[in-house]
Antibody, heavy 121, light 110 residues
Framework: QVQLVQSGAEVKKPGSSVKVSCKAS????????FSWVRQAPGQGLEWMGG????????NYAQNFQGRVTITADKSTSTVYMDLSSLRSEDTAVYYC??????????????WGQGTLVTVSS | QSVLTQPPSASGTPGQRVTMSCSGS????????VNWYQQFPGTAPKLLIY???QRPSGVPDRFSGSKSGTSASLAISGLQSEDEADYYC???????????FGGGTKLTVL
């Protein structure tokens, strides 16, 4: 049973960057896609992008193009999400999740526990 | 503004059957399967229904999903107090080349 464990909460200044990690254990890492989804306080879910570690192929949501970088370290089964030029609206809980299914017919299961990123001056 | 449209709230009494809708377009629900997630306050979402009508292992058969055209529905029969949560629909969007979510429906068990 795969488990995703994320890094701890972060407080960042506007204009800075944040890097959140997500370590997978208990399952095959390389052959899956891993995605990042965020949730602002009291708001819904928003997909940011995903990566296939085996091929280092990434796909970013249009809303985050140029600001987000998703990488993977196959040696440690860890996926990273780096978000730059932070603004107050980026305050949210950031989740990693493993994709199931296939391209275009995919779902997210399981999810990490979430990482709260607070952007404040 | 979410790409998929869900009613913000729904309610029912214990034992009742409740349905909630998810409306999209030809580029998402009309072309791809729909997934549903259940989220309790302060916790990560959990996969509830995948491929429009499939239940992951461990999800009670009280939960069912369906899809028709550009809309999908989640039904909960034999409503229980522990079903009180937020429910999100999601589907791949071919125009945006990524998955999109609904804004979520908050279910209250009266």
């Amino acid at each position: 049973q795969v488990q995703l464990v994320q890094s701890g909460a972060e407080v960042k200044k506007p204009g800075s960057s944040v890097k959140v990690s997500c370590k997978a254990s208990g399952g095959t890492f390389n052959s899956y896609t891993f995605s990042w989804v965020r949730q602002a306080p009291g708001q819904g879910l928003e997909w940011m992008g995903g990566i296939i570690p085996m091929f280092d192929i990434v796909n970013y949501a249009q809303n985050f193009q140029g600001r987000v970088t998703i990488t993977a370290d196959k040696s440690t089964s860890t996926v990273y999400m780096d978000l730059s030029s932070l603004r107050s609206e980026d305050t949210a809980v950031y989740y990693c999740a493993r994709d199931g299914g296939s391209y275009r017919q995919n779902w997210f299961d399981p999810w990490g526990q979430g990482t709260l990123v607070t952007v404040s001056s | 503004q979410s790409v998929l449209t869900q009613p913000p709230s729904a309610s029912g009494t214990p034992g009742q059957r409740v349905t909630m809708s998810c409306s999209g377009s030809t580029s998402n629900i009309g072309s791809n399967t729909v997934n549903w997630y259940q989220q309790f306050p302060g916790t990560a979402p959990k996969l509830l229904i995948y491929s429009s009508n499939q239940r992951p292992s461990g999800v009670p058969d009280r939960f069912s999903g369906s899809k028709s055209g550009t809309s999908a529905s989640l039904a909960i029969s034999g409503l229980q107090s522990e079903d009180e949560a937020d429910y999100y629909c999601a589907a791949w969007d071919d125009s945006l080349n990524g998955p999109v979510f609904g804004g979520g429906t908050k279910l209250t068990v009266l």
